[in-house]
């Protein structure tokens, strides 16, 4: 569970900045056989089960996310993650 921050994090920069596909491989790695096209899979199947309020839907989504990418926390601080998706 303490991983889900970074998540939602990264679905924060997502969803109110976009993100390109070079720029996601600097902080966070694909599961295996996964891609770029299954990250937009599942921002799009979390923005379907969430309800309307941003809040859930950014946790419906960061849940979606966990199935395709791969975020070590154990190798960054949350606040240097937080710094490292804002300095993009």
């Given at each position: 569970m303490e991983n889900h921050r970074y998540y939602v994090a990264l679905?924060?920069?997502i969803f109110f900045e976009g993100i390109d596909a070079n720029s996601l491989e600097k902080v966070a790695g694909y599961k295996e056989g996964k891609s770029f096209q299954d990250?937009?899979?599942a921002v799009?199947?979390?923005l379907v089960e969430g309800p309307f309020?941003?809040?859930s839907q950014l946790g419906c989504i960061a849940s979606r996310l966990k199935?395709?990418?791969d975020?070590?926390?154990a190798e960054i601080s949350f606040?240097?993650?937080k710094d490292k998706l804002r300095a993009m």
């Open positions: 679905v924060e920069r990250l937009k899979e799009r199947l979390g309020e941003a809040g199935e395709v990418l975020i070590r926390p606040h240097e993650y």
